[in-house]
């Protein structure tokens, strides 16, 4: 996990190169939205594998997509934090290959999270309206139910192991500040839950002689993954967000 083992050294970077350009952003709060395919790579173990005697099975993050709104809140010039709700669907292909009979056949099979997560940003200025950021944080996904896919002789079983568990994440962007239609943002977010994101259960059905009989095999699923990020921020004027400080002071 080379994003995560770098992002701490990432912040530190970030907090002794920042200077005197000022973000104007401390004690704004901004809306946003973001859409996140998913990068799938061969490093973080996309594919998971069992044998069983002639039966062969396996199965493969195909794609991804996630998305979802954040709230990012300045605390001061050059640090904020964000959170927010997002939705993740991950695909997989599923194969169940037979020696003996010659049986092989794959099938797909989607399965949906929901992620609420809590980072911290630290900002370099890039430009007049160019900003680079990095954050480090962690996220509590949740899953809502068990999925199955079913094909002509075999099935696939995918069954969470907990209803809610932690993850931690890493990131790296630059966004684009424009004067009044808000920010354009690009980069890469690197989640990793601390435990096993799902079991999967791969059968492939016999059915005789002398009589029918099923053949299960069980593979965990990490949930690991890497997006490329696609963010929009709606526009808010700090000088406006200052002023209804003032009021609800006075009020």
Known sequence: MPLLSRAPVLLLIAFALWNNHATAQAGVATLGFQLKPVVVMDYFDPSVEAEKEHLRYSMDLQSGFAFGMSVRVGITNTISMETGLGSIRRSYDFR??????????????????????????????????????????????????????????????????????????????????????????????????????????????????PAARTFTERVSLNGSYLTVDLRYYFHEDPDRAKLRRQRNKKG
């Open 96 to 209: 169940i290959a037979n020696d003996t009979s010659l049986y092989d056949e794959t099938g797909r099979i989607r399965y949906t999270g929901y992620e609420l997560p809590i980072t911290g940003l630290v900002y370099i200025r890039l430009g007049e309206r160019t900003w680079m950021n990095t954050a480090l944080g962690a996220s509590l996904d949740f899953y809502p139910g068990d999925v199955e896919a079913v094909v002509k002789e075999g099935s696939a079983y995918i069954f969470r192991r907990n209803w809610a568990q932690a993850s931690v994440l890493g990131n790296l962007g630059v966004e684009y500040r424009t004067p009044k239609s808000g920010t354009i943002y690009v980069g890469a977010t690197y989640h990793r839950p601390f435990n096993d994101m799902a079991l999967a259960d791969l059968t492939w059905n016999y059915y005789g002689p």
